[in-house]
C-alpha cells in the first residue's frame, strides 16, 4: 500500500531543494544520487526528473518506507530504499564509476516531528523516547540513569544549554521519586529558566542534545562523511544541509581542512601539499532566501555546503576524528546504559 501524505505533510517541502537542483544539474545529468535521509522523498522525486538519473534513498528510520512505496512503483530500474544510517553508506550496492553525487539533509522531517510516540517535540507526552532507528537506548534511560555530570556534559555540549547544571541537578533529585517523563522533564526546564525565552522554547536545547546524544548524531556525520568521501570517484559531488552550529562546525572543518593547500612549515609558506581532497566552489554556506523563510519556517536555520571530490587520498579519516574526538567520547557515555 502507498503512504498516504497529509495536507500538511505536503506543505511541508525539503530545505534549499531549488539551490541543490542548481548545482547538480547541468552538467551532471544522469548516473547515480545517494539521498542520505530520505524522509518524504522530497529531494529524491525531484532528482529523479533529471534525465538518466538513478536514486538509491537511505533512511534509518523504518517509517520513512512507506513513503518510498510510490516512487520503487513508478521508477523501478531507478530508484531503490533501504532503512540503514549514515555510516552504513558503504554497504550500498552502487557504481562506483556511475556516482555522481551524496547528498545528506541533517534536518529532522515533519512526520518525525510530528510522530508523539518518537518524543521528539516537547508537546508530546508519555515515557522518553527520540530514537530514529537503530538505537541502543532511548531518552528515557539516559534521562533516568546517568550522572549528574554526564548529563550536564551532554545538555552543554550538544545542546549550548548555560542552565545545564542546575537542570541536570533538578533531574537526579526528581528521579529519586519517580521515573522522569517527557512533560516532566519539560516542568523541571521550565523550573530551572529564570524567565520564559521568548524566541524558542525552553526546552528546545535539552531536548535537541537528547536526540544527538540518543542517535548518536555526531559519530554517525562524521563517519558517514567519511564514508561517502571514499565512495565518492573524483569530480563527485558531496552536499550537506545542516540545521544547527554543531553539525555545521563538523561539516564546515572538513570541507574547509581537507580543501585548502596547508603550508609544510611557517618558515617556508610557498612550499606546500599539492594534493588535495576536495575542491570547494564557495567557501560561504548558502542559506534559505526570504521567500523559503516565510514560506517554510523551519528553514531559516539552514545552512548548506558542498564539495567536489578531487583525489582519492587515504589519510584524511584519523585527521578529522581526532579533531572531534571528545564529542565521540561523550557520546560513548551511553555504551553504560
Do not use: W
Not at 505533510?9 to 539551490?19: A, F, G, I, R
Not at 536514486?55 to 520503487?72: G, M, Q, T, W, Y
Amino acid at each position: 500500500m502507498n503512504a498516504t501524505i497529509s495536507p500538511e505533510e505536503k506543505k511541508h517541502y525539503p530545505v534549499l531543494l531549488e539551490e541543490i537542483l542548481s548545482i547538480i544539474t547541468p552538467p551532471r545529468y544522469g548516473g547515480t544520487f545517494i539521498d542520505c535521509t530520505f524522509g518524504l522523498g522530497g529531494y529524491s522525486r525531484r532528482i529523479l526528473e533529471i534525465p538518466n538519473s538513478k536514486v538509491v534513498a537511505i533512511d534509518r528510520d523504518p517509517n520513512s518506507k512507506r513513503f518510498s512505496e510510490d516512487l520503487s512503483k513508478n521508477y523501478q530500474d531507478r530508484f531503490r530504499f533501504e532503512n540503514k544510517k549514515f555510516s552504513e553508506i558503504d554497504t550500498l550496492n552502487v557504481d562506483q564509476e556511475d556516482l555522481s553525487c551524496i547528498i545528506f539533509d541533517l534536518g529532522c522531517s515533519y512526520h518525525q516531528i510530528k510522530d508523539l510516540k518518537k518524543g521528539l517535540s516537547f508537546y508530546s507526552s508519555g515515557k522518553l523516547n527520540m530514537r530514529m532507528g537503530f538505537n541502543d537506548f532511548s531518552a528515557h534511560e539516559v534521562v533516568n540513569k546517568l550522572q549528574k555530570k554526564e548529563l550536564e556534559r551532554i545538555f552543554k555540549v550538544f545542546g549550548d544549554e548555560k542552565d545545564g547544571a542546575k537542570i541536570a541537578s533538578k533531574i537526579i533529585k526528581t528521579r529519586e521519586r519517580k521515573d522522569i517523563d517527557t512533560q516532566e522533564l519539560v516542568r523541571i526546564i521550565d523550573s530551572s529558566k529564570k524567565k520564559k525565552n521568548r524566541r524558542i522554547h525552553n526546552a528546545t536545547k535539552v531536548f535537541q542534545a537528547l536526540r544527538i546524544f540518543v542517535n548518536k548524531e555526531v559519530s554517525e556525520l562524521i563517519y558517514g562523511l567519511i564514508k561517502a568521501t571514499k565512495l565518492l570517484k573524483p569530480g563527485g559531488l558531496l552536499i550537506i544541509v545542516t540545521f544547527h552550529s554543531l553539525e555545521d562546525k563538523i561539516v564546515k572543518f572538513f570541507f574547509k581542512n581537507f580543501s585548502e593547500q596547508k603550508s609544510v612549515s611557517r618558515y617556508l609558506p610557498n612550499k606546500v601539499n599539492k594534493k588535495l581532497l576536495f575542491l570547494m566552489d564557495k567557501k560561504k554556506p548558502i542559506i534559505p532566501s526570504l521567500k523559503e523563510i516565510t514560506e517554510n519556517p523551519p528553514s531559516r536555520s539552514a545552512k548548506l555546503r558542498y564539495v567536489i571530490k578531487n583525489e582519492n587520498l587515504d589519510d584524511f579519516a584519523d585527521e578529522f576524528i581526532k579533531k572531534f574526538q571528545e564529542l565521540i567520547n561523550i557520546e560513548n557515555l551511553g555504551k553504560r546504559l
